[in-house]
């Protein structure tokens, strides 16, 4: 295991860095942020520490519900604060990670797949750490920005470490990683989630003493699935993985124990869509298997594990059942931040801070998911898509049962009202690679046309 001293050496991330102010992207102060106004600095705020797993679903995490895997730390972060029991991601990495830092569902965005990256800009969209740096926050990321154009730089974080490419943990997979705009080689022998725990340990040692966001794109467990530190000969590697992500999270809870900010800190565990094909066919819960997986539009794509623990503040030990989905992350930093949120833009979150405070709160009626064309909405029971089908999911994520067109039930048919009102005021954009694009062109076209 690499000690801290190494890790600086490592990564360059010593004195010299210290002390050099932090990289700003001179295009993320230039435009989004000037439409926030300043608010006051950050004293008595909770830090943020925002840990996005990838391809993590509900059959990945033993406190969830798993069969097959064992997720100690992560199950304690569970019993030291709440399990949101139905939390929605989109069912791919892009759209999700697009949603959760900007609050904005795809079609407003226009991140709609993993291939509409370009389709964002900071002069049109605002992400989460220029909002609560307008707070009084200290903002860094750490791990995957892949699905997104630019830099973490670019869209407002002070500091970062971002590695190329998903599942790129060993030297013979990737050569190099950014640090803080600086290309650096991976050492032969590295792991690259273990400098990522390192580089995020440092951040936070670095600005104990003041609010703190951290965007922890942890690396486990998207493919491929190889081998970790603690892998044996013959050893499952998909367990090892989910291990190795679980450790990790314990050895952060560690480190914020040892520097005693666990009662200053909000720590948000999710996982940014469903299970990936590797895992699937083990993603069971009770012995009953999981409907869908990663990108699919069934429950098993977009319900993911969401945990928030923040000791002293959030009920110990308690399960939430409303409804929560990735556009909340957004409304919910700001308002714990006491930031301002931006004007003149549609956010589409609800914020769950009192839930995170033991109240009930004003609990979401509906959630809303899209993926390049497709979209759905769905309420406690039932859920309703854009090409106009109606499912009973009172037994999700283990079934959802298609109700006849032709159904004479009162509640189908007052569902199938309301949620197509919902459906209309939230039109899915266009398939395509570039949502964005292809409206330009449309309406060039259109325009040239005769
Ligand atoms: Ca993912």
Not at 21 to 42: D, K, V
Not at 79 to 108: D, H, I, K, V, W
Request: glycine share 10%; hydrophobic share 35%.
């Amino acid at each position: 295991m690499m000690n801290r001293r190494d890790f600086l050496k490592t990564t360059g991330l010593g004195l010299a860095a210290m002390t050099c102010p932090p990289w700003r992207s001179p295009a993320a102060e230039t435009t989004a942020t000037n439409a926030i106004a300043s608010t006051s600095a950050g004293a008595g705020k909770p830090n943020i520490i925002f840990i996005l797993s990838d391809d993590v679903g509900l059959g990945d995490i033993g406190c969830c519900g798993s069969d097959h895997f064992k997720t100690p730390h992560i199950d304690a972060l569970a019993q030291s604060g709440l399990r949101f029991e139905y939390n929605y991601a989109m069912p791919l990495c892009g759209p999700s990670r697009c949603l959760a830092l900007t609050g904005r569902y795809p079609f407003r965005t226009g991140l709609i797949n993993n291939q509409s990256h370009n389709a964002i800009s900071p002069s049109r969209e605002i992400m989460m750490p220029t909002v609560m740096k307008k707070a009084g926050y200290i903002t860094a990321q750490a791990g995957k920005w892949g699905q997104m154009c630019l830099g973490p730089g670019e869209w407002g974080f002070d500091e970062y470490l971002v590695f190329p490419g998903s599942g790129r943990y060993w030297r013979d997979q990737t050569a190099h990683y950014t640090l803080n705009g600086e290309r650096k080689p991976l050492p032969e022998g590295k792991y690259l989630p273990d400098l990522m725990h390192h580089f995020v340990v440092n951040f936070i040692e670095r600005h104990q003493a003041r609010p703190f966001y951290l965007y922890y794109a942890m690396s486990h467990i998207h493919g491929p699935i190889v081998r970790t530190p603690d892998s044996q000969t013959g050893s499952d590697l998909y367990a090892d993985n989910i291990a190795y992500m679980d450790k990790l999270v314990g050895q952060l809870v560690g480190e914020l124990d040892r520097l005693k900010l666990r009662e200053k800190t909000l720590i948000v565990f999710a996982g940014d869509n469903g299970t990936a094909r590797f895992g699937a066919n083990r993603s069971s819960l009770g012995g009953r298997k999981i409907h869908g997986m990663k990108a699919t539009m069934l429950e098993g794509g977009s319900r993911v594990p969401l945990i928030a623990t923040w000791p002293g503040t959030t009920p110990a030990g308690k399960v939430n059942r409303d409804l929560t989905d990735f556009s909340d992350f957004f409304t919910t930093f700001a308002a714990l931040g006491g930031a301002k949120l931006p004007e003149g833009v549609k956010l589409d979150g609800h914020s769950f801070v009192p839930q995170l405070k033991g109240l009930k709160g004003d609990p979401r009626e509906w959630v809303y998911v899209e993926l390049n064309g497709k979209s759905y909405v769905r309420n406690v029971r039932f859920k309703l898509t854009n090409g106009g089908e109606l499912f009973d999911m009172q037994e999700a994520p283990f079934n959802e049962i298609l109700i006849p067109r032709d159904t004479t039930d009162a509640d189908a048919l007052a569902a199938r009202r309301r949620l197509q009102e919902i459906l209309d005021q939230h039109p899915a954009a266009p398939a395509g690679a570039d949502a964005r694009g292809k409206r330009k062109q449309a309406k060039k076209k259109q325009q040239q046309t005769p």
